[in-house]
């Protein structure tokens, strides 16, 4: 099977991007976790069993 | 170098060179700056609270949904874009970065920009935000940018929207003093646009783009410029004829408006085939000068207003 060979340029630029996408999925998961206990704080723990 | 080789030119790489740097690049982080700040002022003018968490997100939201109509602004001209000095240098023209990439990333930022700001904040500023990015990329950028030379009186309301959109985080709603806020910008677009179209006219030439100067000439444009700065700074002393302003905004803006009009006087004064153009680069720079001090200026007269107990 063709495989494709990646140029270190290719290579530096991949692994730029995906050092980018960690860090962004990182800061949402930080972000949702914060929108959550702003919206609806202790609350979340006060539902019917 | 026909329009068929320029496409071909831009044809998909088998891999991509572009990194990080590129695909924020994609988001025009100059404008994204200009419209962060300015919502932000829409937030802080609005009567009412925002979580602090909450506001920061909604600026957040708003600031990726502009980058989006960016991305996919710079999707659908890369055929110019590599024709126009300005431009030339952007991701797809360069090389860096495929056009399907950039419509991918531009789709999947506005999709999701909107919902977040739908989830966390409300559907009214998702909606404004949804319409905001549909208004900068299918009606200016594919409709009004390459047919009049009215594109950017029209496509301004798009960069005028943002601090309507904070202004609507805060309230959930409409009202006359986010209307006047989104007239300073809308009214303030065309002098801005117009001297740079003025000094950068080979370009737009080249690249096909039927901007004033190149459809109506010189003196039509000087003409309008000085028309719209008479207009900018009378909607820029608005908010204190209004009274959500002081009166010491007022006076800022007065003054600002007053210089304003004197720099596209100068323009307008500028001999027709002028080749260095140095009055109208003035006003192109002080345009941008002026925007930013006017938000600013209302921004220091309502935390004034609200930390000295009265409207100065």
Not at chain 2, 55 to 70: E, K, N, R, T, Y
Not at chain 2, 86 to 95: C, V, Y
Not at chain 2, 101 to 107: D, M, V
Request: glycine residues 8%.
């Amino acid at each position: 099977m063709d495989q494709v060979e990646l140029t270190e340029q290719q290579k530096k630029a991949r692994r730029s991007r995906s050092v980018a996408l960690a860090i962004v999925l990182a800061v949402l998961v930080l972000l949702f976790y914060a929108v959550t206990i702003v919206k609806i704080g202790p609350e979340i723990l006060n539902r019917p069993m | 170098m026909t329009m068929t080789n320029d496409h071909e030119a831009l044809a998909a790489p088998a891999m991509m060179e572009g990194d990080a740097r590129d695909f924020f690049a994609l988001l025009k982080p100059r404008v994204m700056s200009l419209v962060v700040f300015t919502a932000f002022i829409g937030m802080l003018l609005a009567p009412g609270e925002i979580h602090p968490v909450l506001g920061f997100i909604a600026i957040l939201a708003i600031a990726v949904g502009a980058g989006a109509s960016g991305a996919l602004n710079m999707w659908y001209d890369a055929d110019i874009d590599i024709l126009m000095s300005r431009t030339a240098k952007r991701p797809i023209p360069a090389g860096k970065i495929t056009r399907e990439a950039t419509l991918a990333f531009g789709l999947v930022l506005s999709v999701f920009s909107v919902a977040v700001l739908g989830v966390t904040i409300n559907w009214l500023s998702a909606g404004l935000l949804a319409f905001t990015i549909f208004f900068y990329a299918v009606v200016y950028t594919m409709w009004l940018k390459r047919s009049t030379p009215h594109n950017i009186v029209i496509g301004g309301a798009a960069g005028a929207f943002p601090p309507m959109i904070g202004w609507a985080c805060v309230t959930n709603s409409i009202s006359i003093e986010s209307i006047v806020l989104f007239s300073i910008i809308f009214l303030w677009t065309p002098a801005h646009f117009w001297a740079l179209a003025l000094f950068k006219s080979g370009d737009y030439g080249r690249a096909g783009v039927p901007m004033l100067p190149n459809v109506s000439g010189e003196r039509t444009t000087k003409n309008q410029i000085v028309l719209y700065a008479v207009l900018t700074a009378i909607s820029g002393v608005v908010p204190a004829l209004m009274g959500f302003a002081g009166i010491v905004y007022g006076g800022v803006a007065a003054a600002l408006g007053a210089a304003f009009i004197w720099y596209s006087f100068k323009t307008w004064q500028m001999p027709d085939g002028d080749e260095k153009m140095i009055p109208a680069k003035k006003l192109f720079a002080y345009s941008l000068v002026y925007l930013f001090a006017i938000f600013m200026a209302l921004a220091v007269d309502n935390l004034a207003a609200r930390y000295l107990g009265a409207v100065i």
